[in-house]
């Protein structure tokens, strides 16, 4: 990244629980396998723009400092190269975690990026090892709607900037909500609305001026108030929702773009390399050139969302009946109930 600056808007508001929004479920089909070969082909290349992935992560971690947890086991969901890894293993050094992603290609950088935390084990007894349990972090290959982790399986779940990725998050938090233990917490962060709304711009001004049909070009990103809600509507209780804005500014439209996709953002769709698409791109240049402010950089913005959770105690079993706690017997009616 050429850029040198970053600037920083924060609102903090709580999401009040809600019944799901219809226009959830109208985005497009979610195609996992055009998604991995996305960040398969991404991964090598992605550590140079895993600077934000870090920094969000950071600031998840510091608000983890306030929520009392000390979970037995832990999920990384969408953990990329591994980066997150290390600080979930030193906050909790007792329990065992677990990554786990889409991408292969991301998958092999996360194990060698944590080999040499481990390899002192091939140097011990099998009955030792065994003992001993497997402290380093476990891997699996699998789409976020469909882990292979036994239900209850995690206190934990951990998600830094992987949700958006997913185009039907209302699939993903029953399933995270799953393999939950009740009573465990989900804490995540994903991007929004706004997020590379100066390339959303720019592309619509292009496709106008040329009477192009416009077209996405970027994913979509989801409101934060309908990602409470569906929070809500998949078994968690108590769920807190706050956002961020964070600009990055560039020196050039041209590392603008190299960085969104190497981020995986960008192209949507895969751009032909003819005389009228270079004339687009040409244009595109020119209407990204157009938003330099006056400190001569070009920004692009980033909506970060946060949000956790605590997976409810169920209501229901699963055949439809009821079920009502010791503590509850003799209380009256209440509406947090």
């Given amino acids: 990244m050429e850029g040198s600056e970053r600037v920083y808007f924060e609102l903090f508001v709580r999401v009040s629980p809600m019944s799901p929004s219809p226009a959830k479920t109208s985005r497009p089909a979610y195609d996992s396998r055009r998604l991995q070969r996305i960040f398969d082909r991404r991964a090598a290349?992605?550590?140079?723009?895993?600077?934000?992935?870090?920094?969000i992560a950071q600031r998840?971690?510091?608000?983890?400092?306030?929520?009392?947890?000390?979970?037995?086991?832990?999920?990384?969901?969408?953990?990329?190269?591994?980066?997150?890894?290390?600080?979930?293993?030193?906050?909790?050094?007792?329990a065992p975690v677990f990554g786990t992603d889409l991408s292969q290609a991301m998958l092999g950088r996360a194990l060698r990026h944590d080999a040499g935390d481990t390899s002192w084990r091939r140097f011990l007894p099998a009955s030792i090892g065994k003992a001993l349990g497997a402290r380093g972090p476990r891997f699996a290959q699998a789409d976020f709607s469909a882990l292979p982790f036994a239900a209850g399986a995690f206190e934990f779940i951990w998600s830094n900037l992987a949700l958006h990725w997913h185009s039907r998050p209302d699939l993903v938090f029953p399933e995270w909500q799953r393999v939950l233990k009740v009573g465990g917490l989900l804490m995540f962060s994903t991007l929004g609305p706004d997020t590379l709304k100066e390339l959303r711009g720019a592309y619509a001004e292009v496709e106008a001026a040329h009477g192009v049909p416009s077209a996405r070009h970027v994913i979509d990103f989801v409101d934060m108030h309908d990602l409470g809600d569906m929070l809500v509507e998949s078994g968690f209780e108590i769920p807190v929702m706050d956002q961020e804005t964070i600009t990055i500014t560039y020196k050039s439209p041209q590392s603008l773009l190299a960085d969104v996709r190497r981020w995986g953002a960008y192209p949507f769709q895969r751009e032909s390399d003819n005389p009228a698409a270079r004339r687009l791109h040409k244009a595109l240049l020119g209407a990204l050139e157009a938003r330099r402010r006056a400190d001569g950089t070009l920004p692009l913005t980033f909506e970060v969302i946060y949000g956790h959770a605590w997976k409810a105690v169920p209501r229901m079993t699963a055949e439809g009946h009821g079920i009502v706690r010791l503590e509850d017997i003799g209380r009256g009616?209440?509406?947090?109930r």
């Fill in 333 to 336: 009616p209440s509406k947090n």
């Fill in 60 to 94: 998840m971690r510091e608000r983890l400092d306030y929520i009392k947890v000390n979970p037995a086991s832990v999920l990384d969901a969408g953990c990329g190269a591994g980066d997150d890894l290390p600080g979930l293993r030193e906050r909790f050094p007792q």
């Fill in 45 to 55: 290349t992605f550590d140079e723009v895993a600077f934000l992935p870090r920094e």
